[in-house]
């Protein structure tokens, strides 16, 4: 919406800094900050109000957490989205397909999240929407979204899966695009929901794997940065940086009341919204296996669940003490904030390694 008012540069020239992605970028970034402090505070109270017991505590989980956790506030997530996406129509040029593709994805997870949250506060019981509706619902919007995405592509990368290193292969996938798209965003809209476990766990590898797709979506909507670094060139992505700076504002104003011990949960409202933005990105950018390795704690912790339950079926014994595997450390007596930090440092790791991928060619 701001940028229009690069329009009125011959007469305020101030305004033509408009232009520039980065600048809106980053008043997308303080615009969602400051939105998160200023309704922060207000929103957790509403929702305490509203949800009377909190988020129900799994009795079957960590014993500490039905002493810690026991009463707090769940759909925090909103706080997240809802200054996303005002930053984001802000800032964020309104013509531009692919932002409208990926902040479609994020509120559609987004309401399936809420209506799961909704559900278990409402009965204030763990079951909320059945796995297979959430799964189907989720499928049918991934679904959606890898039609447009595989529309909105250039002909030439239509259809096709890029590598990382590899310069110039692409591989044909053809029909068979869509499926495996869908895969990548539900997959990963549930991995980050797993992930959601201990307080500010989840939020701070989204922010440092969002921040990482955001280079990312820069560089590829680059002509002559992709020309530099032998990447696909997908016009149009740039404008995305602006939803990863609004998803980073937001997401601090929410870590502000998440951090330890957490005022509000981000839920499944949360969890499901910014997971499925993650592979909705990776997917317009064609950097759907680089996700894998930014993402690569979100994929461990997915994969600890899928392991445990395998095995469980086949042996009826246990790999893990409990999983997801971040639950499986905190019985083998490592602190909650030693497990978090632990994580983010890996986050960080595995986002260089992937930010890495563009350089090594």
Request: no cysteine; charged share 15%; proline share 4%.
């Amino acid at each position: 919406m701001m940028y229009w008012l690069a329009e009125l540069s011959q007469d305020f020239g101030a305004f033509n800094l408009f232009r520039y992605i980065t600048v809106r970028a980053g008043a997308a970034f303080f615009t969602a900050l400051v939105f998160g402090f200023v309704f922060g505070k207000p929103l957790i109270d509403f929702l305490r109000r509203r949800q009377g017991k909190g988020q129900p505590i799994r009795e079957d989980g960590p014993e500490s957490h039905l002493l810690t956790k026991k009463g707090t506030p769940t759909m925090g997530g909103l706080l997240i989205l809802m200054p996303l996406t005002f930053s984001t129509l802000l800032w964020a040029r309104l013509d531009n397909a692919y932002v409208w593709l990926v902040l479609g994805v994020t509120l559609s997870f987004g309401a399936i999240g809420f209506a799961d949250d909704f559900a278990k506060v409402s009965k204030f019981s763990h079951d909320g929407l059945s796995g297979r509706f959430r799964l189907a619902v989720g499928f049918l919007i991934a679904t959606l979204a890898a039609l447009a995405a595989m529309y909105l592509h250039p002909e030439s990368l239509e259809g096709r899966l890029a590598f990382p290193v590899f310069k110039e292969y692409l591989l044909d996938l053809g029909w068979l695009f869509i499926p495996f798209a869908a895969f990548v965003i539900v997959g990963s809209a549930n991995a980050v929901n797993l992930t959601d476990g201990l307080d500010g766990l989840a939020i701070m590898p989204v922010m440092i794997a969002a921040g990482t797709l955001g280079v990312i979506a820069y560089a590829v909507g680059r002509v002559d940065f992709t020309s530099y670094l032998e990447v696909n060139y997908v016009p149009g992505t740039g404008e995305l940086l602006i939803f990863t700076a609004a998803l980073g504002g937001g997401g601090l104003g929410f870590l502000w009341y998440n951090a330890p011990p957490a005022a509000v949960f981000m839920g499944d409202t949360g969890s499901l919204a910014l997971g499925g933005a993650l592979g909705a990105i990776a997917v317009v950018t064609k950097h759907e296996i680089v996700l894998g390795i930014v993402g690569g704690l979100f994929v461990v912790e997915a994969l600890s669940v899928i392991i445990q339950v395998a095995y469980f079926k086949l042996t009826g014994r246990r790999v893990f003490l409990m999983a997801p595997i971040h639950h499986h450390f905190e019985k083998q007596g490592w602190a909650e904030p030693q497990i978090v930090i632990r994580f983010w440092i890996i986050s960080v790791v595995l986002a260089l390694i992937g930010l890495a991928t563009l350089k090594i060619r």
